[in-house]
């Protein structure tokens, strides 16, 4: 069992910087490929960012590209998701996401909700204009 636990949300101006950590359960979390989510109102949750279990291969989204910078602590069970010049539109519920399966591929990372078994509760990111 995987348990996630996001942190570092908040209100900040357009521009601002934010860095949210998210600490798991178990380590067992050293085995798993880990993504970052966001959902806004009335909305679907969308793929932010996402980290591979071993090796350090990231995937993002392309609204987030040279924004945001996805890393992991394996030591420390964390993964966090640096957020550099916010943009209103960056407004939403983030969650940090486990894979459901262990040791999965390291070359083509998943970016669909379906295949993230373990999701934290979420943490608030508010961007203002």
């Known amino acids: 069992q995987v348990q996630l636990v996001e942190s570092g949300g908040g209100l900040v101006p357009a521009g601002g910087s934010l860095r949210l950590s998210c600490a798991a359960s178990g380590r067992a979390f050293s085995t798993h490929t880990m993504g970052w989510f966001r959902q806004a109102p009335g909305k679907a949750p969308e793929i932010v960012a996402v980290?591979?279990?071993?090796?350090?291969?990231?995937y993002y989204e392309d609204s987030v590209k040279g924004r945001f910078t996805i890393s992991r602590d394996n030591t420390k069970s964390t993964v966090y998701l640096q957020m550099h010049n916010l943009k209103p539109k960056d407004t939403a519920v983030y969650y940090c996401a486990a894979v459901l399966m262990p040791f999965g591929s390291t070359r083509s990372l998943p970016n669909s909700a379906r295949v993230y078994g373990y999701w934290g509760q979420g943490t608030q990111v508010t961007v203002s204009s």
């Open positions: 980290i591979a279990w071993s090796g350090g291969t990231t």
